[in-house]
């Protein structure tokens, strides 16, 4: 275990272990442990986290601050509206999670986060000219950011600022 966290790092063997289920047999994918790409989960995950922050470094860097009184009810895409919804969930994964002893539930719900952010983001900008949605869409990222930064550090991994 020792030479494997020294090959390709502890982030990884703990969520390659913590993807799988008990039951579950696992094959760990060397190829796939090292590749620094959106095939690898780990990276795919962290990625996602760093990109989460820089999107809120920029906003500040561009005078635009995460007000928490922003009107959300101008988040009106479909894309939006299901990643709210999975923010949502957040609580009852960690509690399912707890209740069954499987940590790979939150591996999993992170990961489909990740997902539904990285096609958001590949379609819509959030720092925009409307000041109001850019407010609003401050607010689901500094959540998306949260929550994934939460998950991540329940699960022992790291969520990296910057890649």
Do not use: W
Not at 11 to 38: C, P, Q, W
Not at 62 to 72: F, M, P, R, T, W
Not at 99 to 124: C, G, R, V, W
Request: contains cysteine.
């Amino acid at each position: 275990l020792d030479e494997l966290i020294e090959e390709v790092g502890k982030d990884v063997v703990r969520y390659f272990f913590i993807m799988r289920g008990i039951n579950s047999h696992l094959n760990f994918d060397m190829t796939l442990a090292k590749d620094e790409s959106d095939a690898n989960p780990v990276y795919y995950l962290q990625y996602a986290h760093a990109r989460l922050c820089n999107i809120l470094k920029h906003a500040e860097n561009q005078g635009h601050n995460v007000d928490e009184n922003a009107d959300l009810t101008t988040l009106t895409l479909d894309s939006e509206i299901n990643l709210i919804k999975s923010l949502l969930e957040f609580p009852n994964i960690i509690q399912r999670s707890l209740s069954n002893l499987e940590p790979q539930t939150i591996a999993n719900y992170l990961h489909d986060i990740a997902s539904m952010f990285h096609k958001y983001y590949s379609k819509e900008r959030v720092v925009i000219e409307n000041s109001d949605k850019t407010a609003a869409r401050l607010v689901l990222v500094q959540a998306l950011q949260i929550v994934l930064s939460n998950g991540l550090d329940i699960l022992g991994i790291q969520a990296p600022e910057r890649m």
